[in-house]
């Protein structure tokens, strides 16, 4: 399970300390969805910087069961995401000179997976979210949800425990974003917590949780039986 334990991130800038998260406590529950939702600036991205290990608290703590991220130095946690995080960007990332396929085997390469492996699962991954006829394609000729389902094939790549997007239906159609949705619902359903930033009612309608923050803090937890927990 992941945590959030008191975090507090303040950033010095020549106008003064900026007081982004102001002590953030919660337990994202494994197979649910959890939004992430607040006005622009409230914090969101501070939290999933902090949630990822991209960004190490001033105080409080992340623990992914038993292990504290800050205590973990950048070559182990450049390990640890690799193996247990997944990542989806509302501008998908994929790497534009590589085939669907290859994107999607690419951080199975960095994991030691050996080539035949790799080709195998990145197939039964694009074949999961609908994409399998479009292996062969470079993320430039796919369309906005087919890029999306790529980059959700990509998070999985190394069978995480989280999944981390950030408005990932951001750039979408509506029902592209649909699609999308229903993808993010399924990866929970494997038993993986599901953490996503979003301004779009839709997804937080079809979230299991949904965490309101504001100036740094969570203003109020819905759905779930943890929110006893925030
Ligand atoms: P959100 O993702 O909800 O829009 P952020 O977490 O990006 O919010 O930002 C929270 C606050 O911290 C904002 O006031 C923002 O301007 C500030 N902030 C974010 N990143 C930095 C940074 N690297 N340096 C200084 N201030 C930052
Ligand atoms: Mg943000």
Sequence with gaps: MLRAEGLVRT????????????????????GRVT???????????????LLAGFDRPDAGHVRLDDLALDAVNETRLAALRLRHFGFVFQASNLISVLPARANVAFPMGLAGV?????????????????????????????????????????????????????????????????????????????????????????????ADVTLAIADGRITSVEGGDDAEAA
């Design 11 to 30: 950033y010095a800038t020549p106008a003064g300390p900026v007081h982004a998260l102001q002590g953030v406590d919660h337990a994202f529950t494994p």
């Design 35 to 49: 939004a992430v939702m607040g006005p622009s600036g409230s914090g969101k991205s501070t939290l999933l910087n």
């Design 114 to 206: 050996a080539t035949g492996e790799r080709l195998r699962r990145a197939d039964a991954l694009l074949e999961r979210f609908g994409v399998a006829h479009r292996g062969g394609a470079l993320p430039a000729k796919l369309s906005g949800g087919e890029r999306q389902r790529v980059a959700l094939a990509r998070a999985l790549a190394n069978d995480p425990q989280v999944v981390f997007a950030d408005e990932p239906t951001g750039n979408l159609d509506r029902a592209s974003g649909r699609e999308v949705i229903g993808a993010l619902r399924e990866v929970a359903a494997d038993g993986r917590t599901v953490i996503v930033v979003t301004h779009d009612a839709a997804v937080a309608d079809a």
